[in-house]
C-alpha cells in the first residue's frame, strides 16, 4: 500500500496569504483603473454627445455613433486591466476579433441594411415628414430606422423598405423643393376648337386659388393621340397644396368643358355586321 503523507494545511494557507499580499497591489490597482476609466468614458460619452448637440446631428445617428463610442472605449479598458493583471492581451484580441468577423459573416444582408442606414441619415435624401417614391412604394416618411425606413402610403399602408434598397436605388422626394408643377393632360376631340380649350383651361389654372401668380400657366399641344389631341395644363404652386389643386384642376375642367361644349373624347369600337 502507497504511503500518502499528510498535508500541510497550515503551510499552504501560508503561501496563499504570502500570494495575495504580493498580487494585491496588482488587485487593487486593476480595481481602480477600472472605475477610474468608466469615469473617463461617461465624460468622452458626454463630451462627445454636446459636440454633436451643437452641430444639430441627426438623433439617430448620435445614438448609434454614442453606442460605438462606449463600446470601443469599454473593450480599451478591458485590454488595459488584462496588461495590467499580467495576462496575454494578444489572445484576448485574437478572440475578439474572430467574434467580430464571425457576427459580420452572419449579419452580412442586416449590416448592408445598416450601412445604409447610417448614409441615409448622414446624406439625408429626405427627412422625416417628406413625400417619397422608392422600391416601387410612394407614401410619406414616418420613420428612418437604422435597418430599414417606413413610409405611410396614401391609404394609410404601412410599407417598411430594407434601406440597402433605399440608398442603392432612385428615390424621387416630392418634398424637397418649396413648390411644384401641376401638371393635368385632358384629350379633347379632333372637331374641337383648340384656341378655345386653351383659353378654358388657361382660366382656370388662373382662378385656382393655391396657383402661384408666376410663373404664368402654360397650355401645349402635347400629342395628337389616335382618338384624342391631348392638351397639357401647367401651372405652379407650394408643395403642400399639389394634391389639392391637382384633382379640384381635373373636376374643373370636366365641368368647364361640358358647358362649353368642348368634347372629351373616349375609346369607340365600332362593329360592322
Known sequence: MPEFSPIDFQSLIKDWIKGLFNYAPTIIGAIALYFIGRYIIRFIVKLIKKMMERREVD??????LLQVVRWIL???LFLTI?????LPATQFIAIITSGFVAIGLALQGSLSNFASGIMIIIFKPFRVGDVIEASNSKGTVKNIGLFATTLNKANNEQAIIPNTQLFSNSIINYSKEEKRRVYVLVGIGYSSNIQKAREVLLQIAKEEV????EPDPV???????DSSVN???RYWCLT???WESYFRTVETIKN???????????PQVQVHQ
Open 74 to 76: 469599454h473593450i480599451a
Open 210 to 213: 393655391k396657383a402661384l401668380p
Open 59 to 64: 438623433l439617430a445617428l448620435q445614438n448609434f
Open 82 to 86: 488584462v496588461q495590467v493583471i499580467g
Open 256 to 266: 368647364r368643358f361640358d358647358a362649353a361644349g368642348i368634347e372629351i373624347p373616349f
Open 240 to 242: 403642400p397644396d399639389y
Open 231 to 233: 392638351l397639357s395644363l
Open 219 to 225: 397650355v401645349y399641344v402635347e400629342e395628337l393621340a
